[in-house]
């Protein structure tokens, strides 16, 4: 195809449009004869291919092309059933889970209760990154080949909230390659399933060369034909991290579907006539975190007491930043500014918003404070985490500037970003960005990961980085995961995030958007949880 | 025997002892040479100068205005009149943040120069002269530092300072940090050149004579071997100048480096090269432009000097 | 010959022991592995455990020991990132560097010495001038900058090139894979081995001209001339093959610097090669890919080191007799 761009710009009018026809016709011709291959450039890298050795949106999302869970979800991200056609409570705390019939793996194997006992232990075992997708005291027992019952310590509302990215293994494949324990860190000598896959999904994986070449082949016999769209004979995917030769290799056809594409560039990829860029709201929200726990900031110059502590400072600050400038300039209105520490898809209320943005309101708050000149202190970003990330944390610079508030940036790749600021590094951060999406979706996931209290060694809220602490909150949590009346549920996660807001305890900023990359020819399903499925991709 | 050498015989003013030297002649003589020595000692002044000639201070936060991002030059249809080269992605002015961002990248190009300089002469020097074990040790340390290449040392040198200073510290040692990097990826050549000029002086009739007279060796060495090695070290040093600038600009685009609050040209091209696809080309092309011609005039003084001093092209 | 073999290798197993240490130590400061290894959900105490299980709490002499042994016996270890041997990881990884590098090189040659002999034969000349003006924006240009602007041309305008990747590769016996077969192989490669090679090239240029411009001035090719030679022969006869030595020999160590300047290229235009898992694993705190990764960069110059003393000593004579004797 590259030639043919040449030579139509060498040659005339009538002649062009013959070597387009002829173009077009030899394309055709290719494309018959290789099949339909989706080229696809990620920024970062898929590495083992075990299903249980990292939480994390992008290997679960390609993974999902291969291997599924108990239940889906659909292009909405509405729960259906997967490999569990149905499901009931006998009680609070007992389920019944109905098994798929006719569903083979791709080695040809038969799905059955076996497999969904071994991978119930093995996702539990030592060495997964997964075990949180089920209760560890849970007990598990086959009832017949396709009936499983699940008896649990506590009820759980929302059991099954994240198992459409806990994936069935094959037990008899398992056993066979020695791959019956999660491959870990530790392991100096990683079981076959750390190179392998072998799912119920509708690919499987031809070849896989981490930070090279993964390919993916379309495999005959797929129980859920009807679930699926795509007209793929396989998938080949690059990593390719640097941002610019991602972008031009989207511009000069080298790839069909590039993700993410920075956003200043999401212009450029629509006017291209052969490229077009698929937005929408990601889940995930970024937000500021000040720190309430410690008695003296290290980076700050007011010595002897902590800023922080006062609601009031901690308002000043939020007030003083013009989010809606920051979405406009930094996140060229790919970003939707929250009240909440989630996005709004997941929970929003009507009387919960923002406080306006007002750098006089700030200045006087700061100065009620009794920090009329302001005061220093150290703000720690990441630099290759989140959209933006760092043109973010220097707009909040200069905007703390304004209101006399000196900041002094740390931004950092995410691998010493993230040392320093969570439990190993003792939550060195005094003022710090960080970025959550809810695993399960759920409220009662944010208040206990960010929100309730914890101690220097991260027991209680791991990520709630501030420290901040109301002993409301956590009693509020608690009861939330165990309430089963969906509107008294409502009304406490209402409540929870009431106190959030008027405490500032957090400063939520925005949700970011998905920003990807593609062909004119392709049609994808963009999910607003960023998995990449390939069952919902067609090539024209 | 060098001019410099050959200037110092004669007695009248330092002024008219330059003029009349050779070595001014075939400056004058070539108007490239003239043009580059210009332009370096213009970009010099203006990155001296930055605080008094540059429009914005680009290090006040408290000055910028995220509203004024990405601004396109002032002579195109949406520039703004007061940001004459546009604006980057943070609302700094560009012409600003060149000036600025000059003084950074020759501060580290000059301050590494010299330590590679200093390191190299006295090492060479003292390899040369002395000979035995010292020799020997100090050109096996010569090797083992050639095994890495500069960008090797730089990574090298940066992790182990971040890991020590903690982020905050790090962030006001960052252009020793750098300076200490390049700097000792360079002394190598000094000290070979160095090295072997000794090798050949020291053997002279007027080295003995100066042994036999009692001069001690410290003496010996500074006062009469080093100015018959002042040629070669000058033209090291100025082509490692400009190697030294772009060398700090790759270090930036690896991530080792000033951090963007405070750019050298080299932050200020890598945090452009995300907007040359976008269309907001100014932002890197113009501290492109200027690192290059930097370094383009200083590797043309370079060209110039080594031609000039070489006695064998005359 | 053979005692300075033997003492230069002496020195050389020496030089790899004190990389092997510096990178060592290194790696302890530059970020938490655990971190990288599990997801967000990771309590702090299982954390604290896979830092136990991986050795990271043993005194600092006990992982170094730990580490030199094993990296005696070739193995460096698993990827804390890809799970998969070090050692599989960079033999996998290294035929895509050292062609990359091996064709840049030939390209920097290729280019670099014509246009040098050209530029020495005629210095006043304005192709000359327009040549060493060429020339000097390739020493004056980051590599990075050079690399993304040949994409935006030849790929993204033009679209004439590949802009990432090595293409189509084709293995050949069972373990080196090539690009050099296939179409797309070397379509792939022509824009990083430009951009890879254009700093050499320069530099060869500019080598061959300072010698051939010196050689021509020597009374040996002043009498060659009025022996009424041809000019042919005595430029391409006498001049050039007397330059040719100190050439090849900058040329042979510069191999070593391509390669470890290759960082930059792989990352601009994702070449799979070794200098990319090195960016990749730094960015990731994949320790035993870094220091296998320096290891090995200080073995190949140590080795070319070697070669290139060695060759020096038997091309000229009295060096010979120099080391020998001391």
């Known amino acids: 195809m590259h030639r043919q761009t040449l030579f139509s710009r060498m040659v005339g009018g009538a002649a062009r449009a013959a070597v387009i026809v002829g173009a077009l016709a030899a394309a055709t011709l290719a494309a018959q004869a290789e099949g339909k291959t989706l080229r696809f450039a990620f920024q970062g890298t898929l590495n083992a291919l075990d299903p249980y050795s990292l939480n994390e949106t992008f290997t679960l ?76 005291d849970s007990e598990w027992k086959k009832v017949d080949d396709y009936t499983v019952d699940v008896t649990l310590k506590t009820p759980n509302p929302i059991l099954f909230a994240e198992w459409d990215t806990w994936y069935i293994m094959d037990k008899e494949w398992a056993e066979k390659e020695g791959a019956t324990k999660p491959v870990s860190a530790k392991d100096t000598n990683p079981g076959p399933a750390a190179y392998k896959a072998n799912g119920t999904g509708p690919f499987t994986i031809e070849s896989h060369e981490p930070g090279v070449k993964t390919v993916f082949k379309r495999r005959d016999g797929y129980w859920g034909e009807k679930l699926i769209d795509t007209n793929l004979d396989g998938v080949v995917f690059t990593p390719i991290a640097s941002d610019s030769t991602r972008v031009a290799a989207l511009l000069s056809g080298d790839v069909d579907l590039i993700e993410p594409v920075p956003v200043q560039d999401v212009d450029r990829v629509n006017k291209d006539p052969n490229t077009a860029a698929l937005t929408g709201p990601e889940l995930r929200a970024i937000f500021l975190n000040m720190n309430q726990i410690r008695d003296e900031l290290p980076t700050s110059n007011i010595k002897g007491k902590n800023p922080f502590k006062d609601p009031n400072v901690r308002k000043a600050f939020y007030q003083a930043i013009d989010i809606e400038a920051i979405d406009k300039r930094v996140m060229r209105g790919l970003a939707t500014p929250i009240p909440l520490l989630i996005a709004p898809q997941l929970y929003s209320a009507p009387d919960l918003k923002r406080w306006p943005y007002d750098p006089e309101a700030a200045k006087k708050l700061l100065t009620d404070a009794g920090y009329p000149d302001g005061f220093t202190v150290g703000m720690d970003c990441p630099n290759d985490r989140y959209v933006n990330d760092e043109q973010i944390c220097q707009a909040v610079v200069s905007m703390l500037a304004k209101i006399g508030v000196k900041v002094n940036l740390n931004a950092q790749p995410k691998a010493k970003y993230f040392a320093k600021v969570l439990a190993p590094g003792g939550y060195d951060n005094d003022f710090s960005l960080l970025g959550w999406t809810p695993s399960s979706f759920d409220s009662w996931n944010v208040f206990v990961s960010l929100a309730t209290c914890r101690d220097a060694t991260g027991k209680g809220g791991p990520f709630n980085l501030g420290g901040y602490c109301n002993p409301k909150v956590d009693e509020l949590a608690k009861q939330i995961v165990v309430e089963t009346d969906v509107d008294k549920r409502n009304q406490m996660v209402h409540d929870a995030y009431k106190i959030l807001l008027d405490d500032t305890s957090h400063i939520p900023l925005h949700q970011q958007s998905l920003a990807w990359g593609k062909r004119k020819n392709l049609d994808i399903v963009q999910r607003s949880d960023d998995q990449v499925l390939f069952y919902w991709a067609k090539l024209n | 025997m060098t001019d410099a050498i050959r200037v110092k015989e004669e007695q009248p003013g330092v002024l008219s002892r330059i003029l009349r030297s050779d070595l001014f002649y075939s400056f004058r003589r070539s108007p490239i040479t003239v043009i580059s020595a210009a332009v370096t000692l213009v970009l010099i002044l203006a990155a001296l100068f930055a605080p008094w000639i540059a429009p914005h201070d680009p290090f006040d936060p408290a000055s910028l205005d995220i509203m004024n991002s990405l601004l396109p030059p002032q002579w195109t249809a949406d520039g703004q009149a007061g940001f004459l080269l546009g604006t980057d992605d943070q609302g700094r002015d560009v012409l600003s943040t060149i000036l600025y961002g000059m003084r950074i990248s020759l501060a580290v190009g000059f301050a590494s120069v010299v330590l590679a300089m200093a390191l190299g002469v006295t090492l060479g020097l003292i390899a040369g002269y002395v000979g035995g074990i010292t020799d020997t040790i100090i050109m096996r340390v010569a090797d083992v530092q050639l095994t890495f290449p500069a960008i090797l040392t730089a990574l090298l040198i940066d ?118 696809f976008s269309g907001e080309w100014w932002v890197t092309i113009f501290p492109g432009i200027t690192l290059a011609i930097l370094a383009l005039a200083v590797n043309l003084l370079g060209d110039w000097l080594r031609d000039a001093l070489n006695p064998k092209l005359r | 010959m053979l005692a300075f073999a033997i003492r230069r290798l002496i020195q050389a197993v020496g030089v790899m022991l004190v990389v092997a240490l510096i990178s ?138 590949p802009s990432f990747g090595r293409g189509d590769v084709v293995t050949i016996g069972g373990f080196w894979t090539t690009g050099l077969l296939t179409r797309s192989g070397l379509s792939s490669l022509i824009l990083p081995a430009i951009t890879l090679g254009l700093f050499q090239m320069t530099l060869i240029m500019r080598l061959v001209r300072g010698e051939m411009l010196e050689v021509l001035r020597t009374d040996y090719i002043k009498f060659a001339r009025a022996r009424g030679l041809s000019s042919r022969a005595i430029n391409f006869g006498h001049a050039l093959k007397n330059t040719l030595v100190p050439v090849i020999t900058i040329t042979g160590l510069q191999i070593g610097s391509i390669i470890a300047f290759s960082i930059i290229t792989e990352t601009v235009f994702q070449w799979p090669g070794m200098g990319l898992l090195f960016l990749q694993a730094v960015q990731n705190v994949d320790i035993p890919i870094m220091a296998a990764y320096l290891l090995l960069i200080a073995f190949l110059f140590t080795v070319i080191n070697f070669i290139v003393d060695l060759l020096y000593v038997a091309v000229d004579p009295r060096i010979r007799i120099g080391g020998a004797g001391a």
């Open chain 1, 61 to 136: 999302g390609m993974l999902g092309n291969v291997y599924e869970g108990l239940t889906k979800r659909d292009k909405d991200l509405k729960i259906i059933p997967g490999l569990a056609e149905s499901w009931e409570t006998i009680d609070p705390l007992h389920w019944r889970f109905h098994l798929r019939k006719n569903v083979t793996f791709s080695n040809g194997d038969a799905f059955n209760a076996d497999d969904v006992l071994f991978s119930a232990e093995r996702v539990r075992a030592d060495g997964s990154d997964l075990k949180t997708r089920i209760p560890a």
């Open chain 2, 159 to 276: 992790g182990v300072a971040r890991a020590l200073a903690g982020p905050q510290a790090y962030e006001e040692i960052v252009v020793f940090v750098l300076v200490l990097s390049i700097g000792l990826s360079f002394w190598v050549q000094y000290a070979r050149t160095v090295r072997g000029s000794v090798l050949v002086e020291a053997n002279k009739e007027y080295v003995l004579a100066a042994r036999l007279i009692g001069l001690r060796s410290s003496t010996i060495m500074f006062r009469h071997v080093l100015p018959n090695v002042v040629g070669p070290v000058l033209v090291i040093a100025t082509i490692n100048l400009a190697l030294a600038i772009i060398t700090e600009a790759t270090l930036s685009f690896l991530g080792v480096g000033v951090p963007p609050t405070q750019p050298s040209l080299g932050t200020l091209i890598r945090i452009g090269n995300d907007y040359l």
């Open chain 3, 24 to 161: 060592f130590l290194l790696f302890r400061f530059v970020g938490d592995p655990v971190n990288q290894l599990v997801g967000v959900d990771t309590t702090p105490e299982q954390r604290a455990q896979l830092r136990q299980d991986l050795g990271l709490n043993d005194p600092v002499y006990v992982q170094f020991g730990r580490f030199v042994g094993k990296a005696a016996r070739f193995d460096f270890g698993i990827s804390y990132q890809i799970k998969r041997p070090v050692a599989d990881l960079i033999a996998s990884r290294l035929p895509a560097t050292l062609e990359l590098s091996l064709v840049s090189a030939v390209f920097a040659l290729l280019v670099g010495l014509p246009m040098g002999v050209y530029t020495g034969l005629y210095p006043q000349t304005l192709l000359s001038r327009l040549f060493l003006a060429l020339s000097l924006t390739g020493i004056s240009l980051p590599t990075f900058l050079i690399g993304i602007l040949l994409i935006f041309i030849f790929s993204v305008n033009l679209g004439w090139l």
